[in-house]
């Protein structure tokens, strides 16, 4: 089994910027790929970025372009979403997943990802 455990969200103010974090552990973590995605009150969550373990290859949704970058820390099994300018339309539960090597389907799709971290919040008031 493999546990995610996320840190970093809070409540900031508009144009501030946050650092989650995502911390994988377990015997069984083998993983190609771990992603962010979000969800806020009253809709579907979303994919925000993605990065391969090998080669850190990243990509974003369009909402997260130009402010968000994620990284990985290989020797730490961890993985980062620095959210810079934040806007009150940030605001949601942030999750964080990793799937398990040989899984197939894109990195934009939840169904690609095995684990899942609890969800952290994050506020952004006007």
């Known amino acids: 089994q493999v546990q995610l455990v996320e840190s970093g969200g809070g409540v900031v103010q508009a144009g501030d910027s946050l650092r989650l974090s995502c911390a994988a552990s377990?015997?069984?973590?083998?993983?190609?790929?771990a992603g962010w995605f979000r969800q806020a009150p009253g809709r579907e969550r979303e994919f925000v970025a993605s990065?391969?373990?090998?080669?850190?290859?990243?990509d974003y949704a369009d909402s997260a372009k130009g402010r968000f970058t994620i990284s990985i820390n290989k020797a730490k099994n961890t993985v980062y979403l620095q959210m810079n300018s934040l806007k009150p339309e940030d605001t949601a539960v942030y999750y964080c997943?990793?799937?398990?090597?040989?899984?197939?389907?894109?990195?934009?799709?939840?169904?690609?990802?095995?684990?899942w971290g609890q969800g952290i919040q994050v506020t952004v008031s006007s």
């Open positions: 997943a990793v799937d398990r090597r040989g899984s197939v389907g894109r990195l934009t799709s939840q169904d690609r990802y095995m684990y």
């Open positions: 377990g015997r069984s973590f083998d993983s190609a790929a």
């Open positions: 990065i391969t373990w090998i080669g850190a290859n990243a």
